[in-house]
């Protein structure tokens, strides 16, 4: 394929046409993703999260610049929401980035979810693949930032940065479950506005309630609009990937994302044939016989995937 040949040369505007094709599943895009996975050479896969308004997009771009002083080429993944009503995203991350768009050893997209509930796009494996290809060093995955249902990024990322602001509320009770469990690496962005000590003393205390880490998570603070405190957080993430790779756990993260990625695929193709199987107003009418006790979702399970197993 003359794009993929492109892309090994380091080409951007294959790079960019490649993901489109991804993300769009335009034909032949499988084929595509099969080959890539034979040139990957094991970039490294920074998520970036935490609740909207934490400052993610700033952070993000202060850490592109970081990593640009030390000769690194970097990707950046940034997912928006998309309109449940119009598939539109916004796309305000590449807007904040502009700046470094025009640097040739930073390549920028942003990506719609698409309604994907964890807050990360279905094509987003892909285009780590395509960027992993085209030579980054480096691939930033920056997250919706939609509570909960955020951990997606830890089946995606190498190490997960939790972005943290002061101003959630009395305490950081709210969103200890499920999202507070998934950082590898703190950081109380905003740290100029008032609260953002005792925050940090609250994601400390937080931390050390769990006795038995492998790898503490380490704490720091930052102003992503000065930049003060980058090179700390870049430090953390530093730190951490040493763990991963001195303990070897980094193959674990990597057998643990490929099985994530294998159950999707399968996932995916299912929810396809499904939906050549049974046409919407035949489900319709399905659904209504559940509501009405006709039928139980269990017998309408075994009957779709007799049809699929044919």
């Known amino acids: 394929m003359e794009l993929l040949e492109r892309l090994l040369k380091g080409e951007k505007t294959a790079c960019a046409r490649l993901i489109s094709i991804v993300e769009n599943e335009s034909p032949g895009y499988v084929e595509l993703l099969k080959e890539l996975h034979k040139h990957t050479k094991g970039a490294y ?28 080429k970097v990707g950046v993944i940034a997912i928006d929401p998309t309109s449940p009503f119009t598939k539109g995203a916004i796309l305000g991350d590449r807007i904040r980035m502009v700046d470094l768009s025009v640097d040739k050893d930073v390549f920028i997209r942003s990506m719609g979810t698409r309604g994907h509930l964890g807050g ?21 995955v920056e997250t919706v930032g939609v509570g909960q249902s955020e951990v997606d990024i830890v089946k995606t990322a190498d190490t997960v940065v939790m972005v943290m602001v002061p101003g959630l509320g009395d305490d950081i009770q709210a969103i200890k479950a499920g999202v507070m469990e998934i ?53 953390n993430i530093e730190l951490h990937r040493a763990y991963l790779e001195t303990s070897e756990e980094i193959i674990s993260k990597k057998i643990n994302r490929n099985k994530a990625e294998i159950k999707e695929i399968v996932h995916d193709n299912i929810e ?9 107003d035949s489900m319709s009418k399905i659904l209504m016989d559940t509501v009405n006790n006709e039928i139980d979702p269990y017998s309408v399970a075994e009957k779709i995937l007799s049809k699929i197993l044919l």
């Open 120 to 140: 990360l796009s279905r094509a987003t494996q892909g285009a780590i693949k395509i960027l992993d290809v085209y030579g980054c060093d480096y691939i930033i």
């Open 272 to 280: 396809k044939k499904i939906s050549l199987l049974i046409s919407e």
């Open 45 to 72: 896969v920074i998520g970036i999260t935490g609740p909207p308004g934490a400052g993610k997009s700033t952070l993000t771009d202060k850490l592109i610049k970081k990593l640009r002083e030390k000769g690194k």
């Open 183 to 235: 950082g590898d690496v703190f950081v109380v962005n905003k740290s100029d506005k008032d609260g953002a000590k005792k925050t940090f003393r609250e994601v400390e205390i937080m931390l050390d309630f769990k006795k038995d880490w492998k790898f503490r998570p380490p704490v720091s603070m930052a102003i992503g609009e000065t930049g003060e405190g980058i090179a700390e957080l870049f430090d």
